[in-house]
């Protein structure tokens, strides 16, 4: 069941970005590709018969529009990546690029130096885009080009990057947790008890998913401690106001238990008594007052920190949905659990 719960997990990321200088090693000489924005691709151009792949709500999840009209195919999403102001998401191999504030939903194709590229992260020096085989790239918002970066990590097993508001740099692999205090140039091994997939910060705290549950830091990465275990993994790691959301895995229960943390992610309490037992509950989401989570019967709202959950959207051919936000607006995706 250990292993079982550990596969189902790869799809979940969510950090944030703005712009920064970027600085490289002297002896490292970048390629440069250009993004092609003859590649934009409007709602108008798409095929009147798509629907149910994305849906978007711009009013606190009272209505949900479908927008699968707005994307390039008709294909599934094989990864959705949102900032404060910007979407990226993957399709059959292809980046694509969108401002959730358009009141239009329009996508340029990201031209990439490697089409096999499968996830983006937002740090706070720039765009990031990287693949599990360990090849990553940074996006110039001057040019609009992405170039190499982190040529002395080679690492390979990649399944996140995260940046913190003081500039270190965390890669989570297969194999453990890596950091970098000078910009990627050097890199140690800070966590070696299996996979980090998910990282983020409040102030002095660092909270992370892994391969036994919700790990902690409290000095900028150094040290690391299990403050969730219950035999599984850690699902999904939410900042909210005033602390943390999280979702587990419990090997006793066989389901994914979903908690909060308003002390820092010290101790944590239980939030799904009003939600089925499930073991493929797949994303914990913060908007406003409300606490949103996506669940094989549909979307939940919660007004009152998990106290009690209405559902406001029900599922899709028993899919559950993968919950993003972006600014003011709510994404959401069905799909098959486990993906």
Known sequence: MHLIASLKLFCLVSIFSCDQTIDYPSTYQPKILKSSSKDSVKMEDTKS???????????????????????????????FFTSNTDVYFRQKNAMYHSKSKSKSQLWDHEFILNPHITTIAYNPSGVMAYNYEGQIYQRINVTGTWVPIYANLQKQQIRTIFETSNGIIFVGSDSGLFRSLDKGQNWTQVQNEGWVMQIVENKDVLLATGEKGIMRSTDNGAHWEWVVSEGGVGIDIEKIEGGFAAITYNTKTKSRRVRV?????????????????????????????YLFCGHPNGIYRSSDMGKTWNLIKPSIDKKVYSLYKSGNVLYAIPRNFGC
């Open 49 to 79: 018969d798509v629907s149910n792949i994305l849906f978007q709500s711009k009013d606190g999840g009272e209505t949900w529009d479908d927008i699968s009209e707005s994307l390039p195919g008709r294909e599934p999403i094989d990864g």
């Open 261 to 289: 943390s308003m002390d820092e992610g010290k101790n944590w309490q239980a939030i799904d008594n009003g939600l089925q037992a499930s073991e493929s509950i797949s994303s914990i989401k913060s908007y406003g007052k």
